[in-house]
Nanobody
Framework: QVQLIESGGGSVQAGGSLRLSCAASGGRTFSAFGMGWFRQAPGKEREIVSAISWSGDSIYYSDSVKGRFTISRDNAKNTVNLQMNSLKPEDTAVYYC????????????????????WGQGTQVTVSP
């Protein structure tokens, strides 16, 4: 099992930037599995934002964030980051990081059921 802790959320005006980080700990080898960022807005279902494979070679962005968000991972530090630029009010949500159930998956999975461990979430609020 792996434990995930997100940080970096907050409130920002439209057009601003935030950087989310997710620190992993536990018995699984971080460099062996993919990581994803999901978000859930009030009254809406959880949706994938971005995902990165174990090696970083396979990366996915949802159409709504493509060109504005950048995912990265540091396997030496057991962290995955999400740089969010040009934020919009519709990006307001609780953001969760999650760990792929499998090992060495490529391409990286993008459905929530493929992820086993989830962080507690961090709130991102973007005002007009």
């Amino acid at each position: 099992q792996v434990q995930l802790i997100e940080s970096g959320g907050g409130s920002v005006q439209a057009g601003g930037s935030l950087r989310l980080s997710c620190a992993a700990s536990g018995g699984r080898t971080f460099s062996a599995f993919g990581m994803g960022w999901f978000r859930q807005a009030p009254g809406k279902e959880r949706e994938i934002v971005s995902a990165i494979s174990w090696s970083g070679d396979s990366i996915y962005y949802s159409d709504s964030v493509k060109g504005r968000f950048t995912i990265s991972r540091d396997n030496a530090k057991n962290t995955v980051n999400l740089q969010m630029n040009s934020l919009k009010p519709e990006d307001t949500a609780v953001y969760y990081c999650a760990a792929d159930r499998g090992y060495y998956d490529s391409p990286v999975p993008i459905v929530a059921t493929a992820f086993r461990s989830w962080g507690q979430g961090t709130q991102v609020t973007v005002s007009p």
